[in-house]
């Protein structure tokens, strides 16, 4: 019976050092480019949205990742419209402005980055004398539109 019950002890210290040894640690780190000449340039690192939302990401559906360059010509804008998933934009060329209905108005010149308001109407206008060309990736679903129209 005493023997049973070691080797009962025996093998459950075994199987903890088993599993303890198994399986990958991750541990969060930034990136090491030491390979590149010239390493890269941070854009954006933000948990929230312009308008100071938590960024949440779509439950509904297979992720779907679109990637598209939108142009926008000189005094042109947008519709009213909201996004329903998350989207980072980034400011290739020009200057637009945004009115966030009722959470102000941002101006966002070549070279800035944003994660757009999500599921807030707005509007974006180009206030610059060149057309405005926008990098826009929205992080949303199959289920999901990336824009719905007021």
Not at 24 to 30: H, R, V
Request: charged share 25%; hydrophobic share 35%; aromatic share 10%.
């Amino acid at each position: 019976m005493k023997f049973k019950r070691h080797l009962w002890s025996y093998t459950s210290i075994v199987v903890l050092i088993i599993f303890s040894q198994c399986g990958p640690t991750y541990a969060i780190q930034e990136p090491r480019y030491e390979d590149l000449k010239q390493p890269p340039e941070r854009l954006l690192e933000t948990g929230e949205t312009v308008i100071g939302q938590p960024i949440k990401y779509p439950s509904d559906g297979v992720p779907k990742i679109t990637a598209l360059i939108v142009t926008v010509a000189p005094g042109e804008q947008t519709v009213v419209h909201k996004h329903p998933v998350p989207l980072f934009g980034y400011v290739i060329s020009g200057e637009i402005e945004v009115d966030y209905d009722g959470k102000g108005t941002k101006r966002y010149a070549a070279g800035h980055a944003f994660m757009e308001a999500i599921d807030w109407w707005h509007k974006g206008r180009n206030v610059g004398d060149v057309p405005a060309r926008i990098l826009i990736v929205y992080m949303g679903s199959e289920r999901l539109p990336n824009v719905i129209r007021k």
